[in-house]
């Protein structure tokens, strides 16, 4: 996830590029990067640029000898990265031989657009996919003499997700933007000047009311003016007003961050596939495939949520990979001087890739001579850095202290993963393949919270403020889904919960069960029904209070919360996760608790 931000008028255009990427800047602090375009002199147009790695606060070093006084247009971003290390040069803007482009999303077809018109004789200098855009505009724009036409007909070359921005010396004093699948909003001032955002919160004290642009739109501003079109017409947007609070917008109406990124999941969950999928196989082009060979032995190594997440992928590496997968406490691991296999592919999780126990437990996997690969949220962190093999889960920021959407883009990932050494392997026949391929490709859905979901949880979680504590069990995948869901309310509610395998239950936990006691049970249809509903009924059978989640009605439940009918096992995960991370939200909420900085507890856990 980045952020963008354009302006048209005549104020101080580096100052309202500056402001406008602070406000981005939890968006991505990878790097970040602006150019505007002024005449300044009286000699004609001419475009300023500068870029800096890091935090804003480096741009605005670089930055501060730098005016742009008079009429103008600009365009800023702050990186997160996808494609491409941090550095200057893969820093947006990225520019040709007169354009200059920011850009959000993933381009998923650049490597095609890149070959073209690389054997068209054009030059590249990133590693990233945002610069295709660039060389394309100004590849098209020499035959059709017209720049809205060249940018027309180069968005229509994309596949994947982007908002864009396009200052060029051939209009320069316009603005061209497109939006497909990633925000990009649109305001104008009582001054006529044109704002560009990738949410409210930079538009705020600048315009009252902004364009909320949907999938498909593009078009061209210009001081005073906005044309968007969809489809090659022109069509007419109506203005909605702002809101009044720069916190609230960057939080984009939710209370919290938290409650943000529950809801971002079903974004989240279509980026960290893009690209990853093509002609009904799982197409992994960021590592080299010769990790799979002769391995007989994945071990999975993290903590905390991360922990969960492989835990959960353990049960898919031996069910449709078939190889033998073991899962690490990362902090465990490091001090057991553990016996290594040579033959094993050792996969560590975090979404930060500075989490200090999971970093070093890496090091004794390189040190041992073993293939590693990481599945980390944060490109050049020290985890990514120091693996051989990287894939990135493709989360964007996430402010929250409480995993959500980490959580559910690593499990997306390691599922890819999954499937892809079964396709190497060929444990898998075709018609398999491509029915795990259709669960994936429809996880965003189902990570889309139903109406009426939400309000309901909020309603009912009142109920679960006293008593001694919680149970969540499952079976399955859906034990790590129970430990997840005990992690996510333990962490923000501050209330006892333990997570259990559902059959495990009667050796032991069963003899804390009394009506003060609540149990949330996993009960999905396609994973061993009716033994969990067994072990669920010997809870109930004890006066515990049962929360049960399930696509089937069941009788015994204090309190429901009925989930779809799905065809797949994993829909069913995605769906009951949603589900628990809100009931963990509304409880801490209703018990007056920050969800977003939980006591004790930092996002990147870097020492021991």
């Known amino acids: 996830m980045c952020g963008i931000v354009g302006y048209i008028g ?50 605005e070093k670089k930055t501060a000898n730098f005016t742009s006084k008079g009429f103008g247009v600009a365009i800023g971003h702050t990186r997160w990265a996808t494609h491409g290390k941090p550095t200057e040069i893969n820093a947006h803007p990225h520019f040709g031989e007169y354009s200059f482009v920011t850009h959000n999303g993933i381009i998923e077809n650049y490597k095609e ?5 690389e054997k068209q004789g054009v030059k590249f200098i990133s590693q990233t996919d945002t610069e295709v855009v660039v060389h394309m505009f100004e590849y098209l724009n020499r035959s059709e003499k017209d ?28 603005i061209f933007f497109a939006k497909n699948a990633v925000p990009l909003i649109v305001g104008k001032s009582d001054e006529d000047e044109i704002i560009f955002s990738s949410s409210d919160a930079p538009l705020i004290g600048l315009a009252k009311e902004a364009i909320y642009l949907e999938d498909g739109m593009y078009g061209v501003a210009q001081m005073g003016e906005v044309k968007i079109y969809q489809q090659k017409k022109l069509i007419t947007c109506t203005p909605q007003l702002l809101p009044a609070d720069k916190s609230y917008a960057q939080k984009e109406g939710y209370r919290f961050f938290m409650e ?9 969950a279509s980026e960290t596939l893009m690209g990853r999928i093509k002609y009904n196989k799982i197409n992994l082009e960021e590592i080299n495939s010769q990790i799979f060979d002769d391995i007989d032995e994945i071990v999975l190594c993290a903590c905390g949520t991360s922990y969960h997440a492989a835990l959960a992928a353990s049960y898919l590496f031996e069910r449709i990979a078939k190889i033998r997968a073991k899962v690490e406490t990362a902090s465990e ?145 859906f034990y790590p889904l129970a430990l997840e869901g005990a992690l996510k309310l333990k962490e923000i509610s501050y ?7 559902s059959g495990e239950m009667k050796h032991g936990p069963i003899a804390l069960v009394d009506e003060g006691l609540f149990t949330v049970a996993l009960l999905p249809q396609n994973v061993l029904y009716e033994k969990t509903k067994s072990n669920v009924e010997e809870i109930a059978a004890r006066d ?24 797949h096992a994993m829909s069913e995960f995605f769906e009951m996760m949603v589900a628990l991370q809100l009931l963990a939200l509304e409880i801490s909420i209703r018990l007056g608790n920050d969800v977003d900085m939980p006591r004790n507890l930092a996002k990147s856990v870097t020492v021991e």
């Open 544 to 567: 515990g209070y049962v929360l049960t989640l399930s696509p089937l009605e069941f009788e015994l439940s204090d309190d429901f919360i009925k989930t779809s009918k799905q065809n």
């Open 147 to 174: 720049p809205f036409i060249a940018f027309e007909k180069t968005i229509a070359k994309l596949v994947g997700s982007f908002a864009i921005l396009i200052i060029t010396k051939a209009a320069p004093d316009k």
């Open 260 to 268: 943000k990124e529950i809801y971002e999941q079903s974004q989240v």
């Open 333 to 477: 691991f490091r001090y057991r001087d553990p016996v290594l296999n040579k033959n094993s592919l050792f996969v560590v999780i975090s979404q930060s890739g500075e989490t200090a126990d999971t970093l070093e437990a890496l090091k004794i996997a390189k040190n041992a001579g073993l293939k590693t690969l990481a599945i980390c949220n944060v490109d050049n962190s020290s985890i990514v850095r120091l693996a051989r093999n990287v894939l990135l889960t493709r989360a964007g920021i996430e402010k929250g202290v409480a995993s959500t959407k980490a959580f559910a883009t690593q499990v997306l990932t390691l599922w890819m993963v999954v499937l892809y050494i079964a396709q190497i392997r060929k444990t898998i026949d075709d018609e398999t393949l491509h029915s795990e391929i259709k669960a994936l490709l429809h996880i965003p859905q189902v990570l889309n919270i139903p109406d009426g979901l939400h309000e309901k949880i909020h309603r009912m979680s009142k109920h679960y403020l006293h008593g001694h504590g919680f149970f969540f069990i499952g079976r399955d995948i």
């Open 10 to 59: 005549t104020k101080e255009k580096k100052s309202v590029i500056l402001g406008g990427l602070k406000e981005l800047e939890y968006r991505g602090y990878d790097s970040a990067g602006l150019a505007v375009m002024t005449d300044n002199c009286g000699c004609g147009s001419d475009i300023a640029y500068f870029k800096a790695v890091g935090k804003l606060e480096n741009l």
């Open 495 to 501: 209330l006892h919960a333990e997570g259990y395998a």
């Open 113 to 117: 657009l890149k070959e073209y018109l």
